[in-house]
């Protein structure tokens, strides 16, 4: 054989890379070049990904450098210690005023790895998620991931972003599996009210469709009190909750978080984690126990300087007419409407870092009708905040010129 007219093959890649690459994927494309720009030399503040300026508790560190002392640094049961599903539970029971069973939660290295695993359980090849716009970025990939198609439902900024039940319904076919809600809403920040949550959760009942609840941002809610449709207790049986500790105790990088919902369908996770994640480290999850059981203080003082951080930012934003701010109720974002300066949030955000070295995320990353907008964390201090917004406010005078 002639080896120089030898042809060279590639083995080819799954379809799920495909499936998983959609246009959401580039969404931190302009945080990843802000973190070059920083090693480079490059002065920025950040206020693109949700890592907020808060450093865990030190209670927490310390209890985790104590059962490490104690060489908990073995295999965990798949699903998660036995002790840290059963104060998950009774929070979720102290929460409803119901009982949940610590069979029905199983913990995974963060919320992300508890979705993605959720979604593959309740939906495949051949079935329909809705997804409600704004969408977090992941969601099309996690929607997709399995096998799904996805369907947006837009979300009016007229109601602040609520869900609209009726334009749900509508969207609903023969092959819808799953509705993947998030409330407060990422970007939006959009907290869903207790007569929607009842609706959507009747109307799932009627057409038997699974409610995926991202409730990452629960702890966070500035001008209401949350509402979960665990809370419906006729719901539960088509109920799957997604949370985590990252947000609310300052833990992003721990990677620590967990689904809950009927026991069967922990019973699938736990067969999926086997194969997928295969359990999450003993000393994380023993801090974390302890976090929910003995709350530190500074968890309690983040939501009151979220809630004024928020007011800063908005406050100040608002004072720049070409910004159109909505304002969230929850969460640790704003999203901010750019449209009046004749460029979508893409051009916005690139023109923004490059100028005055501001690290936002550009809509587009949440969903077309986001296009023209931008998502700005409230992340850090109010000092700094204050400068970021004068610094855009600067940016846009140049935009106008």
Known sequence: MDGGNRKS???PFSELTERISGPRSRAWDITDRAARMEREGREIIHLGIGDPDFDTPQSIIDSAVRHLGKSRTHYAPVPGEIDLRAAIAAEYSSRTGDHFDYKQVVIFPGAQTALFATMLCLSGHGDEVILLEPFYATYEGVAC??????????LSEETHFGLDVERIADAITDRTRVILTNSPGNPTGAVFKEKDW????ALCLEKNIWIISDEVYSSLTFDSEYFSPLNIQSARSNVAVVSSVSKSHAMTGWRLGWAIGPPELAEHLDTLS?????GVSQFTQDAVTEALLNPPVEVRQMKRKFRSRRDCLCDALEEIPELKVH?????MFAMIDVSALGCDGEQFADDLLNQEGIAVVPGF???????????IGFLQDEAIIKKAVDKIGGFVDGYKA
């Open 145 to 154: 991931g399995g096998g799904a198609d996805f369907v947006t439902v837009a």
């Open 327 to 331: 304002r969230p109720g929850g969460g």
């Open 9 to 11: 093959h590639k083995p």
């Open 198 to 201: 009842r609706e959507l959760a």
């Open 274 to 278: 086997q194969s997928l994640v295969f």
């Open 365 to 375: 990353a949440f969903g077309d009708s986001a296009k023209n907008c931008i998502r």
